[in-house]
């Protein structure tokens, strides 16, 4: 459930960003969601790696 939780974060904030529009920090972004995303499916450390992107920004 935190998981799910630390996810619709990482949503919310890409949202955010995309109205900002500055486009190379939102191209950054969704890359790193890309990375983040296949963490989730591929396992391991993710709440840790999330809590990390979240921090940089």
């Known amino acids: 459930i ?3 939780e630390r996810m619709n ?3 919310e904030f890409v949202a955010e ?3 900002s529009r500055i486009p ?3 191209a950054r972004l ?3 969601v890309k ?3 296949g963490l989730v499916f591929g396992g ?3 709440a840790a790696v999330v809590s990390k992107i ?3 920004f």
């Open 54 to 56: 979240l921090g940089v």
């Open 35 to 37: 990375v983040v995303t």
């Open 9 to 11: 974060h990482v949503v």
């Open 30 to 32: 969704e890359t790193m």
């Open 24 to 26: 190379q920090r939102v």
């Open 44 to 46: 391991g450390g993710v």
């Open 2 to 4: 935190r998981l799910d």
């Open 17 to 19: 960003y995309r109205e």
